[in-house]
């Protein structure tokens, strides 16, 4: 049974560039957040996604955007990339979407913005 | 808005030690706790979860953790530290039932000296 996976693992952009990132859920699961780690921080939260539509959203301006297609996957884009977009950016799945959940998160992808 | 506080960034035990590693939050609702763990290149993995009912939680790998309402506090502990133990560890928090998103301390990093 597949967990959850991420890709692409490492990612390397430029100022002003757009970049895609992508999630697939572990098995049975519906539910999808994305978060934003940066170095030596805790996981911030972007937004989660469940039946399609955006659910919640945390304080990230409107360059984050995201999208969950009909068999759960999911993707995170990011437009006009800063140089503070560095981080490692992390998915998690769930069945359903009430807190407490237990979350199954992926290893991440790892961006560089240069 | 919930916030989590843990205190100290590192830890240093040595192997057979008590593990301990201090977790404070901030919430206007009762919360929903947890800790995480992230070896390096990993996901976060859920150690454990306090919701409602008993406040002594116990999790994976024998940790476990206490709710303390008067004290906003949730910290976890390991009777004995084992080299595998090395990681860092993340306290969440969320507000309610409603509140999807995980608002995460800044970590602790644990070493075990053998």
């Known amino acids: 049974d597949a967990g959850v996976t991420q890709s692409p693992t490492h990612l390397i952009k430029t100022r002003g560039q757009q970049v895609t990132l992508r999630c697939s859920p572990k098995?049975?699961?519906?539910?999808v957040s994305w978060y934003q780690q940066a170095l030596g921080q805790g996981p911030q939260f972007i937004f989660q996604?469940?039946?399609?539509?955006?659910?919640q959203r945390g304080n990230f301006p409107d360059r984050f955007s995201g999208h969950q297609f009909p068999n759960y996957s999911s993707e995170l884009n990011v437009n006009a990339l800063l140089l503070g977009d560095s981080a490692l950016y992390l998915c998690?799945?769930?069945?359903?979407?009430?807190?407490?959940?237990?979350?199954?998160f992926g290893s991440g992808t790892q961006l560089s913005v240069l | 808005a919930q916030s989590v506080t843990q205190l100290g960034s590192h830890v240093s035990v040595s192997e057979g030690a008590l593990v301990l590693l201090r977790c404070n939050y901030s919430?206007?609702?009762?919360?929903?706790l947890f800790w995480y763990v992230q070896y390096p290149n990993q996901g976060l993995q859920l150690l454990l979860k306090y919701t409602t009912g008993a406040t002594l939680v116990k999790g994976i790998n024998g940790f476990e953790a206490e709710f303390k309402k008067s004290e906003t506090s949730f910290h976890l502990t390991k009777p004995s530290a084992h080299m595998s133990d090395a990681a860092e560890y993340f306290c969440?928090?969320?507000?309610?039932?409603?509140?999807?998103?995980?608002?995460f301390g800044a970590g602790t990093t644990v070493t075990v000296r053998a």
């Open positions: 998690a799945s769930s069945l359903g979407f009430t807190v407490g959940e237990k979350l199954f």
């Open positions: 996604y469940y039946e399609e539509e955006e659910r």
């Open positions: 969440a928090v969320s507000a309610s039932s409603n509140d999807y998103k995980l608002s």
């Open positions: 098995s049975g699961h519906d539910t």
């Open positions: 919430s206007s609702v009762p919360p929903y």
